[in-house]
């Protein structure tokens, strides 16, 4: 479903992204791991189409999408979310929701009829929200939210755009244990019915979840694989796991 | 037309364009470094013009007149930095606009109350009056001529400043990364204050220069100031070599655009039809420019962040 | 509030009539902050020119009326479809701008207007034109009656505050105001703003020229001062001290704003340099006017 080759993204001296060949097929969940600084959201960035890359392709359900914008891509049917918390914080949650739903409802050029009240959009975005498990704060301001709650809220609007392929950037930073598992829980059940390529830190979430794992070290892709080969495999171990892995 | 018409028209734009670079360099560090939408800009240059004239009536001399000018101007500025501007850094633009747009009203009551709302007269220095010999045959104003001079030099001597010292470098660096320059510790707000110190001394200069050619009036800062903005759009926020080469084409197609395109139009259609045509094609000039200029290049032609 | 604006011209009109002047002014003034509201307040474009619209409506009844043609119908039409056009094409190239430069690029345009108008002569240039008559709308109402005139006023008044607030809550309102606040969300999700934006803006700009018709009846006079910035200016204050969370704040603003310059302007003749050091006060703590209790964005 999803197909990079030779993906390279360089800042002045700096190579973000290396040559990068990556194949995602559907049904799939795809992890890309790696230590920081190894360019995992630089990657992500220029599959969702926040960043031009210098040089390479990327084709998406057969198409080659390398020219087209963010919002292009995403009503192609790839949807992303943010590492870092990027929702509508004055907007309730059931709105941020809403909206995702509104972006793929045909255009939006109506100028009369009251969105909010709109069960077109509504309903969706309720069962969106009972999907993630934030039934209780639809009508919660998204600022208001618990840092979890905001994560998973990321990941209901990714949904609601009912998307072919997930681009999920550690859906599960700065969340504590228990929030975690709840997540890693719900991806589980994701799983069987969407594509993911899952940027993750979480070791226990990656080796639950991924199908298969692509490891990224300064903006190389040095193995890609089934998560009991990665495991084994010498050189991941030594840039990333460690000896004592 | 004659050639040397056009000559001494260029020498005309070039003189603008002088002017509107000392406005516009300073202006562009203050938005590309400090992301602030200063549009109080032109009443620094209002300040400057109105000091050096008091000034120089006070004491006599024009030399002294225009130092204490300039060193007014600096004071000001400063001033208003500290007092008004300071917390404004953080806010939105619009914010900025609306106090900015505050402190304008204030400096141009506050003149008009000091010195009413009559244009007042400033001439040069006797020493300056008089004209030179151009190589086209015809004579142009000393006076003129010196500020193209003083402009091209300060020109250098930004050049040098910028491209050549450490403060120089932390400009640069500032235009193109804030938060980066931040985080280096270097001490941000020393930086702001003389950016903006800076900027307000050349606005200061331009004005002092401009009191002899233009009117010394409330509001002439705002005149000027619009197309100092369109300068900056033109030139890329942020980059004095934009700001010069902005300033440049500017004064230049303003000055040509208002001496030549009626002529010019009135041999394509008819005189009375270009009698209102005309000038109203020549003001419009330089937004146009702008207009066409952003169809191709958003950031402008330098802009100081990388592409 | 909405009380407060129906009383007035009950109990006024037996009374004095400069105070009937006054408000209907306000009120005209208010239908153009309304209007900017659009753009600035839910569509967070900080837009510098929008007196432009209010040049253009006025120039439209002056040089119709020049011609001849009284008709308010017409000229009215003409001024929301003249500003609507120049709002599409200062739209079409400043909204691919953003941040500085999109302040910039919107009080230069309208700046080009303003010596558009001052060099064309016939049409009075930096002394404006009178207008001969005022928008003929036979049989309907008589504008030089001030009582109808001022009923016209409220009505349209009342009328831009309410389509504002259905387009605001509108799906091509949520877009706009989803796009202001948060732009890389938005366009994750799949919006493009562009398009929304544009569209927005021509509507603040038409609604605005509607604004300089009926100016232009009021005063009997136009000038190119009205395209100035310094009106931009007014305008975008009224804006913001009327809050900018709802569509009626503006004309809150309005009256807050003008009856301050009014009061202002008996004390002295330089009550500029009273109101401008106001003005940064309320900017700088007066945050957002009667926003309410919303959220406060990041600096």
Known sequence: ?245 | MTFALLFEQLLNGLQFGVMLFLMAAGLTLVFGIMNFINLAHGSLYMVGAYLAVAATQWTGSYVLGVVLGLAGTLVVGMIVEVVALRTLYERDHLDQVLATFGLILFFNELVAIIWGRAALFASGPAWLQGQIDLFTGSRYPLYRAAIILVGLVTAIILWYVVTRTRLGMLIRAGASNRTMVAALGVNIRLLYTVVFGFGAALAGLAGLMAGPIYNVQPGMGELILIQVFVVIVIGGIGSIRGALVGAIIVGIADTLGRAFLKPLLGTLISPPAAESAGPALASMLIYLLMAAVLAFRPQGLFPARGG | MLVLLALPPLVIALGQPFYLDLVRRIMILAIAAVSLNLILGYGGLVSFGHAAYLGIGAYAVGILGFYGVTNGWIQWAVAITASALVALAIGAVSIRTSGIYFIMITLAFTQMLYYLGISIAEFGGDDGMRLNAKSQFAGLVDLNDPVAFYYVVLLLMLLAVFLTYKIVKSRFGMVLRATKSNEARSRAIGFSPYPYRLAAFVIAGAMCGLAGALYANHTNYITPGLMSWQQSGDIMFMVILGGMASTAGPVLGAFALLLVEDLLSGWTQHWQVILGPLLILSVIFFRRGLAGVLYKPDA
């Open chain 1, 1 to 245: 479903m999803l197909e990079v080759k030779g993906l390279t993204k360089t800042f002045g001296a700096l190579r973000a992204t290396d040559a990068v060949d990556l194949e995602v097929q559907e049904g799939e969940t795809l992890a890309v791991i790696g230590p920081n600084g190894a360019g995992k959201t630089t990657l992500i960035s220029q599959l969702a189409g926040n960043l031009r890359p210098d040089a390479g392709r990327i084709r998406f359900a057969g198409e080659d999408i390398t020219s087209l914008s963010a919002p292009q891509r995403s009503r192609k049917g790839l949807a992303r979310s943010f590492q870092i918390t990027s929702v509508y914080p004055e907007f309730s949650a059931l709105d941020n929701v809403a909206l995702a739903v509104q972006a793929h409802a045909g255009h939006s050029f109506r100028f009369w009829r009251e969105a909010r009240s709109d069960p077109a959009l509504i309903e969706p975005a309720r069962r969106m929200l009972d999907d993630v498990g934030l039934s209780e704060r639809t009508n919660v301001l998204a600022a208001n939210l618990a840092h979890g709650e905001q994560r998973q809220l990321e990941v209901a609007m990714a949904l609601a755009t009912r998307p072919r392929l997930l681009l999920l950037d550690e859906p599960m930073a700065g969340m504590g244990i228990e929030e975690s598992q709840r997540m890693i829980a719900f991806l589980a059940t994701l799983k069987r019915r969407q594509t993911i390529v899952l940027v993750e830190h979480d070791m226990d979430a990656v080796f639950r979840l991924a199908d298969r794992i692509a490891v990224l070290v300064y903006g190389r892709v040095i193995a890609t694989d089934s998560p009991e080969k990665i495991k084994m495999n010498e050189e991941v171990r030594r840039a990333y796991l460690g000896e004592d892995a």
